[in-house]
């Protein structure tokens, strides 16, 4: 049976299943807007608006407070991994501007210096950071919280896990940091940032107790010491997370929230922004079944929305790995952390070792198109084994938000192996005519305002050579 004729599975754990459910709140200005939603206090509470920094020290404001930066990390996730798929050709552009699509340029790749579109998710993620980070400011250093809590509690571990994954995603997606008003430092210091922050949760959670947050700490560090070259102390880190861990952030959704962007993009509420169509994975898909790229059709539902340039209308492939707006996306999992020790490996020349790992994590799946697990690759090479690795990257964190910032990694790093990089250059001159952006530059109303970074500082940086990428030339 053909994949298309068939409901296929997410391979994605249910919501009951998600570890760790996190919400919800923000910053507005001078004073922390508090959503008092359910969170892991498990209690409905009215939203009262805007609440004054002396309220803070209330303890019913604690857990809000924390959530708040959940909620933000959110919004940022729900964008960053729809605008990730778009520039690193996980998705296909339909044409459409406006609501729920991308400029033209940005639609080929490109993003421009002044984009709105982005600035918005700078503001979330840091405020996602800066929202975790305050709070620990309060309940640490201004004795919010008594002394005899602040290596035991809860909420420490929390806060210091989510200003960790905030820090992370702001590395994985900006060239620079840039924070609280600071000076422009290297990328890495987010990474370093994030680092320190999951050290202290892994601690705290420990003493808590809490063993989600103490597996989210310890896998969002592997993450983050993969980005810094610590190879070691990533795979160590990484062969304590056990293969079922998820921790993910929380969709809920709310049009005005947290709602999977992804999922609405394409759910024909009125929009159909984007399509498989073109991509390696719709392809791959089709071949093998794969239930982690689930993709189908709608007969009713010929073409997208809009007309891309060069091209016209674009036939409307539907990804199914979300499909609904309260579906969560991961930050992390057991499963990617098999492919951060096969990496590591990989780093050290081992390439057999790498392999069975890699094949751990891919024959795992059922496929949906034959109902038995998928065949494990077979490499011949340290560079047959890498181009492996790449591939099962980009199919386990598919439209994760990760695969953009995987391109820059390898690049910046020299690794051996191409990528599965689908050719739109012959559909349209579009995709040719705007060289693709590695990484997001630091906001105009950022360098405006904020008067430690230079005017001259570099500005949506290319890729090394227009249409070049790791292992392609």
């Avoid at 400029?103 to 950071?129: K, L, M, P």
């Avoid at 790229?293 to 016209?312: A, N």
Wanted: include cysteine.
């Amino acid at each position: 049976m053909r994949p298309d004729s068939m409901t296929p599975e997410t391979n994605l754990p249910s919501r009951g299943q998600m570890h760790n459910r996190t919400r919800l709140g923000g910053l507005l200005g001078g004073a922390l807007a508090i959503f008092f939603l359910a969170g892991t206090s498990g209690c409905e509470v009215t939203n009262p608006g805007p609440v004054q920094d002396e309220f803070l020290a209330d303890q019913a404001s604690h857990a809000p407070l924390v959530n708040g930066s959940a909620r933000r990390l959110a919004q940022s996730i729900k964008n960053l991994a729809y605008d990730g798929a778009l520039i690193s050709r996980e998705i296909f552009p339909s044409g459409q501007i406006g609501a729920h699509g991308h400029n033209v340029v940005t639609q080929g790749g490109f993003v421009e210096d002044d984009s709105n579109e982005f600035n918005g998710r700078w503001n979330f993620t840091q405020q996602a950071r800066f929202i975790a980070e305050d709070a620990l400011r309060r309940f640490i250093d201004d004795g919010v919280l008594p002394a005899s809590e602040h290596n035991s509690s809860p909420l420490i571990a929390r806060a210091n896990v989510l200003a960790g994954y905030a820090s992370r995603v702001l590395g994985e997606h900006w060239c620079h940091a840039v924070m609280d008003g600071g000076p422009v430092e290297p990328g890495s210091a987010y990474f370093e940032r994030a680092e320190a922050r999951f050290t202290s949760g892994i601690e705290v959670a420990q003493n808590a107790g809490n063993n989600t947050l103490r597996l989210a700490a310890i896998a969002g560090r592997a993450q983050v010491r993969m980005w810094l070259g610590n190879w070691s102390g990533a795979a160590s880190d990484a062969a304590q997370v056990p293969d079922d861990f998820v921790f993910a952030s929380e969709m809920d959704g709310d049009p005005a929230g947290a709602r999977n962007r992804i999922w609405f993009a394409t759910a024909d509420l009125p929009y159909r922004t984007f399509s498989l169509y073109q991509t390696w994975h719709r392809e791959y898909y089709l071949e093998t079944g794969d239930p982690r790229v689930p993709s189908t059709v709608d007969p009713t539902k010929e073409f997208s929305t809009g007309s891309l340039s060069g091209f016209g209308q674009v036939p409307f492939i539907i990804q199914q790995k979300y499909p609904a707006g309260d579906v969560d996306i991961r930050l992390a999992s057991g499963w990617e952390m098999r492919l951060v020790e096969a990496e590591a490996l990989l780093n050290q020349g081992q390439w057999q070792q790498a392999m069975d790992l890699i094949n751990a994590v891919r024959t795992r799946n059922v496929s949906d198109s034959t109902d038995e697990a998928l065949q494990p690759w077979t490499a011949g090479s340290l560079e047959e084994a890498w181009r492996y690795l790449k591939r099962e990257r980009r199919i386990e964190l598919w439209m994760e938000g990760r695969a953009w910032g995987d391109m820059r990694r390898w690049e910046d790093t020299g690794t051996p192996g191409a990528i599965d990089w689908p050719d739109y250059e012959s559909v349209s001159p579009l995709f040719s005519s705007n060289p693709r952006s590695r990484c997001l530059s630091i906001p105009t109303a950022e360098r405006n305002a904020n008067t430690n970074v230079p005017s001259d500082i570099d500005t949506s940086p290319l890729w090394a050579a227009p249409g070049s990428l790791p292992g392609q030339g």
